[in-house]
């Protein structure tokens, strides 16, 4: 069983950045993917990065490519997203999500946390 929390969603400016965080609860990290996905009103809930806790790779979403960047601090058990030039598109529910490396399904879900970006 893997738990997740986010934390840092807000209210900010266009152009502005944020940081978000997900604090995971696992017996063996190692072994999982994780990611965020994010939804907006009246919209489907949508990939936007994932990383491998071992390697260490990620990848993005096209319109997330270049402002956001996803980390993962193992000694933590936290995965962050590095949010900038945050755009009024960019508002929506962001949601941490883990599933074990070779599952095609995201088996795991934090409660999501608010981004609004205001122009």
């Known amino acids: 069983q893997v738990h997740l929390v986010e934390s840092g969603g807000g209210l900010v400016q266009v152009g502005d950045s944020l940081r978000l965080s997900c604090a995971a609860s696992a017996r063996t990290f190692s072994n999982y993917v994780m990611a965020w996905f994010r939804q907006a009103p009246g919209k489907e809930r949508e990939f936007v990065t994932a990383i491998t806790w071992s390697a260490g790779s990620a990848n993005y979403a096209d319109s997330v490519k270049g402002r956001f960047t996803i980390s993962r601090d193992n000694a933590k058990n936290t995965v962050y997203l590095q949010m900038m030039s945050l755009k009024p598109e960019d508002t929506a529910v962001y949601y941490c999500?883990?599933?074990?490396?070779?599952?095609?399904?995201?088996?795991?879900w934090g409660q999501g946390t608010q981004v609004t970006v205001s122009s």
């Open positions: 999500a883990a599933r074990s490396i070779g599952s095609g399904d995201y088996n795991y």
